[in-house]
């Protein structure tokens, strides 16, 4: 790895950097949904920051006292802390699935989740039963007028932004057919040449198979579909996030085997049904956005990959930088994912991936060798040459753990800054927010939840972006935790 400079705070935090009692108090549900102001603040919420962090992610871990399986199956929760005037205001609602209802009418389990959540009466009862819940539980966006909370195998649930009422599933117009998927991770080109300069959300969706197909989604800022085109790839592709560059979408189909006997014997949920193939390359899916050129897939060594932070072009070159696994974290059906074992699996890894278009090759180099996820990047640089990147990471510098610290990536100087919550905070997603009117690349916040395990209650950390390392410039404390979530994102609009 190559050597850089981290600038952190003096820490008095023993190596072993947390109690798997504190992770584990973070993934108890919270039922209650609230509405108020935040009034218990350490430091000063900067007045310039103006404008509503959403979040989603599952807030049941179980329904009725039956624990659900794993946290990517319980129903999607959506946070709303909007900032004016150097106050904020919480609320948090649940998304109103059809499946979310039904279940807290009967008082329990009556959908199979992907992850392994089963319906109660052992496999007989499951077999054979292969409807999906869809439980808008991944990330939740402001685009077009519409909030949207997404779920990646079926369509979007819209809500009401000022409210988080429910307002039902939306088509993007009459686009989506009723369940057709649309992923839970768009990109938002901030100039798109096709229209003109104007920003353009970018999306995808999977049909998975013996082929697959994907789906571009190309939407305007009125949230008009401006383009949708599909593709055909050979093999089961599990895709859950993707990369944009001006001209390309960049996916990565991870080497996986899929067999769906398990699933459908009521033995296993479909994601216990994925291994990993590490003798197999991942491959790299090049589609263009705006020309009939052909799709091209490119090799690289196995490895596994949930989220990327970027991606830019030079000439026929593409850069993407991405978190990448050794391997795919398997689900198995027996274990309690409270009772993980770290040490057992192997952490993410920040990695930039070089793909020569014309040759058709692919090299790739560490960038980043602690364990670390959520990249996020200013909104303005995203498909295009960037300097800084923040993401959550893990307090100490080798191993997996939990993430408990936010790290910020200097692309350029390799310097690090990182600001660690442990021993007993654990961090989400960081999201950067710029300052409004600068044009400085890192001049602006990054904005994430932390459960703090000390008061079993989360509190939003601001962080000033360019001195990240100093702590946070407020801590807004709230009256409740909020289980760990998975995405969100802000918007300028205030909403309260
Ligand atoms: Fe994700």
């Given at each position: 790895?190559?050597?850089?400079?981290?600038?952190?705070?003096?820490?008095?935090?023993?190596?072993?950097?947390?109690?798997?009692?504190?992770?584990?108090?973070?993934?108890?549900?919270?039922?209650?949904?609230?509405?108020y102001?935040?009034?218990?603040?350490?430091?000063?919420?900067?007045?310039?920051?103006?404008?509503?962090?959403?979040?989603?992610?599952?807030?049941?871990?179980?329904?009725?006292?039956?624990?659900?399986?794993?946290?990517?199956?319980?129903?999607?929760?959506?946070?709303?802390?909007?900032?004016?005037?150097?106050?904020?205001?919480?609320?948090?609602?649940?998304?109103?699935?059809?499946?979310?209802?039904?279940?807290?009418?009967?008082?329990?389990?009556?959908?199979?989740?992907?992850?392994?959540?089963?319906?109660?009466?052992?496999?007989?009862?499951?077999?054979?039963?292969?409807?999906?819940?869809?439980?808008?539980?991944?990330?939740?966006?402001?685009?077009?007028?519409?909030?949207?909370?997404?779920?990646?195998?079926?369509?979007?649930?819209?809500?009401d932004?000022?409210?988080?009422?429910?307002?039902?599933?939306?088509?993007?117009?009459?686009?989506?057919?009723?369940?057709?998927a649309?992923?839970?991770?768009?990109?938002f080109?901030?100039?798109?040449?096709?229209?003109?300069?104007?920003?353009?959300?970018?999306?995808?969706?999977?049909?998975?198979?013996?082929?697959?197909?994907?789906?571009?989604?190309?939407?305007?800022p009125?949230?008009k579909?401006?383009?949708?085109?599909?593709?055909?790839?050979?093999?089961?592709?599990?895709?859950?996030?993707?990369?944009?560059?001006?001209?390309?979408?960049?996916?990565?189909?991870?080497?996986?085997?899929?067999?769906?006997?398990?699933?459908?014997?009521?033995?296993?949920?479909?994601g216990?049904?994925?291994?990993?193939?590490?003798?197999?390359?991942?491959?790299?899916?090049?589609?263009?956005?705006?020309?009939?050129?052909?799709?091209?897939?490119?090799?690289t060594?196995?490895?596994?990959?949930?989220?990327?932070?970027?991606?830019?072009?030079?000439?026929?070159?593409?850069?993407?930088?991405?978190?990448?696994y050794?391997?795919?974290?398997?689900?198995?059906?027996?274990?309690?994912?409270?009772?993980?074992?770290?040490?057992?699996?192997?952490?993410?890894?920040?990695?930039?991936?070089?793909?020569n278009?014309?040759?058709?090759?692919?090299?790739?180099?560490?960038?980043?060798?602690?364990?670390?996820?959520?990249?996020?990047?200013?909104?303005?640089?995203?498909?295009?040459?960037?300097?800084?990147?923040?993401?959550?990471?893990?307090?100490?510098?080798?191993?997996?753990?939990?993430?408990?610290?936010?790290?910020?990536?200097?692309?350029?100087s390799?310097?690090?800054?990182?600001?660690?919550?442990?021993?007993?905070?654990?961090?989400?997603?960081?999201?950067?927010?710029?300052?409004?009117?600068?044009?400085?690349?890192?001049?602006?916040?990054?904005?994430?939840?932390?459960?703090d395990?000390?008061?079993?209650?989360?509190?939003?950390?601001?962080?000033?972006?360019?001195?990240?390392?100093?702590?946070?410039?407020?801590?807004?404390?709230?009256?409740?935790?909020?289980?760990?979530?998975?995405?969100?994102?802000?918007?300028?609009?205030?909403?309260?």
């Open positions: 790895m190559q050597s850089f400079q981290l600038h952190e705070r003096a820490s008095t935090v023993p190596t072993n950097s947390y109690n798997r009692q504190d992770w584990q108090r973070g993934y108890e549900s919270v039922k209650e949904e609230s509405d102001w935040i009034d218990d603040v350490e430091g000063q919420i900067p007045p310039e920051l103006q404008g509503t962090l959403f979040r989603n992610g599952p807030g049941l871990l179980e329904v009725n006292g039956q624990r659900i399986h794993h946290p990517f199956d319980g129903d999607g929760m959506i946070s709303a802390i909007a900032f004016r005037d150097g106050r904020a205001h919480f609320r948090n609602r649940f998304v109103r699935t059809a499946a979310y209802l039904e279940e807290q009418k009967v008082g329990k389990i009556s959908y199979r989740g992907v992850f392994g959540t089963q319906k109660p009466g052992g496999w007989l009862a499951n077999a054979f039963d292969l409807k999906l819940k869809n439980i808008a539980n991944t990330n939740v966006i402001y685009w077009g007028g519409k909030l949207l909370a997404l779920w990646e195998a079926a369509d979007p649930h819209r809500l932004p000022h409210t988080l009422e429910t307002l039902g599933k939306d088509s993007l117009n009459g686009v989506l057919s009723d369940g057709e649309f992923a839970a991770h768009p990109r080109d901030p100039s798109c040449s096709q229209d003109g300069g104007a920003p353009c959300l970018v999306n995808f969706s999977i049909k998975p198979g013996l082929s697959s197909t994907i789906t571009i989604f190309e939407l305007d009125g949230g579909v401006l383009r949708k085109h599909a593709h055909s790839v050979p093999g089961f592709a599990f895709i859950h996030d993707f990369a944009i560059t001006p001209n390309y979408c960049l996916l990565f189909q991870n080497p996986i085997a899929f067999n769906p006997l398990p699933f459908v014997l009521g033995l296993r949920g479909a216990e049904c994925i291994k990993f193939q590490p003798n197999q390359p991942t491959r790299i899916i090049v589609i263009p956005r705006h020309t009939e050129e052909s799709v091209q897939i490119l090799k060594q196995s490895g596994f990959v949930f989220h990327h932070a970027n991606a830019f072009e030079q000439g026929d070159e593409v850069f993407i930088d991405s978190i990448c050794e391997s795919f974290p398997e689900v198995e059906p027996e274990s309690d994912f409270r009772e993980v074992d770290f040490d057992a699996l192997k952490p993410g890894h920040l990695w930039r991936f070089h793909l278009l014309k040759d058709k090759t692919v090299s790739r180099k560490l960038i980043e060798g602690r364990c670390c996820e959520f990249p996020s990047v200013h909104q303005e640089r995203v498909g295009r040459p960037y300097r800084y990147m923040y993401m959550g990471a893990a307090h100490t510098d080798t191993g997996n753990a939990p993430l408990q610290a936010i790290l910020k990536i200097d692309l350029e390799v310097e690090r800054q990182l600001w660690s919550a442990a021993p007993r905070g654990f961090v989400s997603e960081p999201v950067f927010v710029s300052r409004p009117n600068s044009d400085k690349e890192d001049d602006g916040w990054v904005l994430a939840l932390v459960y395990a000390a008061h079993h209650r989360s509190d939003v950390v601001i962080l000033d972006a360019c001195n990240l390392s100093q702590g946070p410039v407020a801590r807004l404390h709230l009256k409740h935790h909020i289980p760990y979530g998975l995405h969100g994102s802000f918007t300028p609009e205030l909403f309260i």
